[in-house]
């Protein structure tokens, strides 16, 4: 089953030819550069390079196939403008090779992504429902159940700033620019990944399952701006360590707090945050504690924005039929939930 698969949710632009779990091809074009000045992504920017760069991409990803037998497409969560364009495009070749198109659910995307092969097939990794699902993004930080194909059941959110969010807003507080996050890794690597100056965990003591992120951040606001060396290159690598270190703590612990609530020891974690080494060692210490096991994204561009993992959720909703019925009435749906 050959999909082409698009996705433009936010400041990439994504197509990936995919058969079942297996990644055909795939085409990625970065808008990161026209972003960075910014310190982050711009609406107006993101719809123009999309619009700019989807029919290269679509072509790069088509050169050496024929035939497809459907179009997949992110319907949502994402930035309106940026949705607006995939959709767009996916219409338009749904007409021109009259297939179906498959809408899908970013966030879909994120808990299929540790299962998403290469073209050779591999990993070799088999679903064993059910699982407890954590999406930690620039946009999200959730806990699903994971229950079976298609099936999630949201357990927890995020009251405000993402966890993926929260970093970056400390990077850009710190000056140490656009995606903020891979920048406060390799600084808190640098000073050991250490907790030098004890931020607070935010809604530990709470009994749900549910983050919230703008306190820590104001926290550290304020902290900062009593320093007076913050200009100090070994200020910022503490700086930037502690704050890290308040960030997977608080995601540790709720994550802890949620297995022994849940019953589940068996977790699959996707979305960009989890590219960052430090995190994914206390999650796989974390589940060794329960004799578990955790799944990661197998290759890094499957922890960002990319159309692999939106073919291979297609390809489970095409077994069971779940196409748009009418492509003139699809349209895009920024604040979409699981």
């Known amino acids: ?35 960075k000045k910014w310190g982050g992504v711009v609406p107006s920017i993101a719809k123009r390079a999309h619009e700019e760069k989807i029919d290269f991409v679509v072509e790069e990803a088509m050169k050496n196939f024929r035939t497809i037998d459907y179009i997949a497409v992110t319907q949502g969560p994402g930035l309106a403008v940026a949705l607006e364009v995939g959709i767009k495009k996916a219409k338009e070749l749904a007409k021109k090779y ?23 097939g591999n990993p070799k990794i088999d679903f064993k429902f059910p699982y407890l699902g954590l999406i930690i993004s620039g946009g999200h930080t959730e806990f699903v159940i994971f229950k ?9 959110s995020t009251l405000d700033d993402a966890s993926g969010e929260a970093l970056d807003k400390a990077a850009k507080l710190l000056g140490l620019g656009y995606p903020g996050g891979p920048v406060i890794e390799r600084l808190a690597k640098d000073a050991g990944n250490q907790d030098f100056h004890k931020f607070p965990r935010p809604m530990l003591k709470s009994n749900d399952l549910n983050f919230s992120f703008s306190g820590l951040k104001t926290s550290f606001y304020y902290f900062f701006k009593k320093q007076p060396h913050t200009t100090d290159a070994v200020d910022i690598r503490r700086l930037a360590s502690s704050f890290q270190e308040a960030v997977f703590d608080t995601l540790i612990k709720k994550t802890e707090k949620a297995i022994k609530q849940i019953g589940i020891n068996r977790l699959v974690v996707g979305g960009g945050v989890i590219a960052n080494t430090r995190l994914r060692k206390l999650m796989k210490d974390l589940v060794k504690k329960y004799k578990g096991e955790v799944l990661f994204p197998s290759y890094k561009y499957l922890t960002g924005d990319n159309a692999a993992m939106i073919g291979v959720v297609a390809y489970y909703k095409a077994e069971k039929r779940l196409f748009v019925e009418n492509i003139d009435e699809l349209d895009r749906i920024p604040r979409m939930g699981l």
């Open 1 to 35: 089953m050959i999909i082409l698969a698009i996705d433009t949710s936010c400041d990439e632009t994504s197509v990936a030819i995919t058969d079942g779990r297996k990644v055909l091809a795939n085409v990625i074009y970065s808008q990161v550069l026209l972003h």
């Open 98 to 120: 009259n297939k179906k198109i498959i809408s899908v659910n970013h966030l879909e995307g994120h808990l299929y992504s540790p299962f998403v092969q290469n073209s050779q």
């Open 148 to 156: 079976n194909h298609l099936e999630y059941e949201v357990i927890g």
